[in-house]
């Protein structure tokens, strides 16, 4: 791909319910892979023990990445239960993702190639004016990716990821 060939689509993203939960990654290479992973256990675990049905597919929100780390939440659109759920404190909950307008870039491919991507994205930025050192990703937060397939079902070519940044 090229920056010309990367160029978002501008959405409209609705709000929905989602089970969310809150995590941190180390700053190692394989340090969100690994916090994903066991994110998805998690959240799969408290679906299947609480009979939701999801609606969506999952979508992590990126809200910091530095060099100290990354934090996000992992949520699942779910179909509203029919009643509250008492969660942990540092475990799942069920709350809105609010509506939010947003450019939404097309990944396809594995997921260890999507540093070139948000690369392309990168220079599609500066293209707009939007982006002039690393420091210019916090304008961006949060900023979050949908999984639009399933890793252990859909090949790595096939695989595909939407990227949404926030837009004014």
Do not use: N
Request: hydrophobic share 35%; net charge negative; charged share 20%.
């Amino acid at each position: 791909m090229t920056p010309a060939t990367i160029a978002p689509t501008p959405v409209d993203v609705k709000a929905v319910t989602a089970v969310q939960l809150d995590c941190r990654a180390g700053a190692e290479p394989d340090a969100i892979p690994r916090a994903m992973q066991d994110a998805f256990e998690t959240l799969g675990e408290f679906i299947g023990k609480h009979t939701l049905v999801c609606t969506g597919p999952p979508r992590a929100t990126y809200t910091t990445f530095g060099p100290e780390g990354t934090t996000f939440t992992l949520a699942f659109p779910v179909r509203e239960p029919a009643a509250e759920l008492a969660g942990e404190p540092a475990g799942p909950r069920i709350g809105p993702l609010p509506a939010t307008k947003a450019w939404r870039f097309t990944h396809r491919g594995a997921y260890s190639d999507m540093r070139a991507t948000y690369g392309q994205i990168e220079d599609w930025l500066k293209t707009q004016g939007l982006f002039k050192t690393q420091a210019d990703w916090a304008t961006f937060m949060p900023m979050w990716e949908e999984y639009m397939t399933e890793p252990d079902k859909t090949p790595e070519r096939d695989q595909l990821t939407y990227i949404y940044l926030p837009r004014p």
